[in-house]
């Protein structure tokens, strides 16, 4: 049975949605659990819109990031309806008429929806995202790096990735992308210590190429496609 956490009354004609959100404040609760809100939710409006709206009508202790609320942070990752998504770039209609909301996994938990990425990117710092230097002091590779990396960080393949959830040394496909990326600029003085880095344990050979991460990726990053591409370079 749900008991709502605000007293919503349906009126004529508007569409209104079941939110469930998980809760559990590390410190403070004993226990996770789950809130229910009864929202209206118009055509157009996001599941970001949505929580918005729950935190300033409902329930001013709910955490959730957000920041651009336009797909470019990549801060507002969350698991909607079973699957990572960017909660600003999901529109609630097409969710159905409920809409659950749980934290990214893999990543300690702050509060509520809120994760702290730190882990995905200290390991992003361990495969020596730098550049070699041009003789007339520009950065060698840069601009086409961009161009080829568009990554948000926004975790939400690093939360899919199975490995990384029973392996926690395990690179993961966040990393990994980035060090095919930065390996396909050609050659430069980084390259030998990351090989090293990838073919250690928790390296390229330990993903069991599920795929799952480039299923969730907003920018149609293929992170297991780049890992391949490594293991073909630097096969055992
Ligand atoms: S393909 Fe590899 S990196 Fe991607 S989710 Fe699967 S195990 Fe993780
Ligand atoms: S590869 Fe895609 S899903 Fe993974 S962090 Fe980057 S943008 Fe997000
Ligand atoms: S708020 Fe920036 S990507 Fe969603």
Redesign the pocket.
Known sequence: MKAYNNDLIAGGGINLVDVKIRRFHPGKDQHPYYSWFRVESAANQTVLDILTVILQEHELSLSFRFSCRTGLCGSCGMIINDEEKLACQTLANTLGQEITLEPLKNYPLIKDLTVDLTTSYSKYKKIAPAFAKNHDGSISGISRYLKHFPCLHCGL?YS?????AIQPS?L??IS?HQMYVLEDLGKNPFSNYRKQMATHEGGIF?????????AVCPQSIN??ES?HHLQHKWKK
Do not use: E, R, T
Not at 160 to 164: D, S
């Open positions: 393949c899919k990735c199975k490995v990384v395990f993961g496909p990994l330990d993903c069991m190429s599920f795929g799952c991460c480039g992170p297991m890992i």
